[in-house]
């Protein structure tokens, strides 16, 4: 797992990064690891986001994220809680995360899969994704392949994906 454990420190030279597997491959697991690790040294703030089915729709998802961004709920200058407003678009939530700098956000989305493809909250996501700012990161772990088009991230170099052969055990 150390291996995994400095693979992940990717994320934060990376837009996106990717952990896909299947289940009982412990993606969860990893993910506590490496934010629980970042916290001794930390390298930019982690910000963990547990899908539920729900989440496909998009506004839970859009709230949820903010709140998370926001700090635990305490709002940024500037923006308004969405308890109290529609849910916000992901230029909201780009412009919370810039906000943020110079310090790094990773936003950790774990159960990722259970955002269907074409879904709200998979294209909110997906937006979400290409309207960070630089200080802004990504980290989707799923079942398998996020549902939403990485080919242009990919080819610039700004994806790191870790597949379910990484996360097996090896001989050694």
Do not use: Y
Not at 84 to 94: G, I, K, Q, Y
Not at 136 to 145: A, M, N
Request: aromatic letters at 4%.
């Amino acid at each position: 797992r150390p291996r995994l454990l400095r693979a992940l420190l990717g994320r934060w030279e990376h837009r996106l990064t990717t952990v896909v597997g299947g289940p009982g491959l412990g993606k969860t697991t990893l993910l506590a690891q490496a934010v629980a690790e970042n916290r001794l040294a930390p390298r930019g703030e982690d910000v963990w986001i547990g899908l539920e089915p729900g989440d496909a729709d998009g506004d839970g998802l859009a709230r949820d994220v903010m709140a998370a961004v926001s700090a635990a709920g305490v709002p940024i200058a500037g923006t308004v809680p969405s308890t109290t407003r529609e849910a916000p678009d992901p230029a909201e939530v780009a412009d919370a995360t810039w906000r943020r700098s110079p310090t790094a956000l990773c936003l950790v989305v774990d159960d990722v899969h259970l955002l269907p493809p074409g879904s709200l909250g998979a294209r909110w996501l997906a937006d979400l994704i290409d309207a960070l700012p630089a200080n802004g990161h990504v980290l989707l772990t799923g079942r398998w392949s996020p549902p939403m088009p990485l080919t242009r991230l990919a080819t610039q170099g700004a994806v790191l994906e870790l597949t379910e052969d990484d996360l097996r055990f090896s001989e050694d």
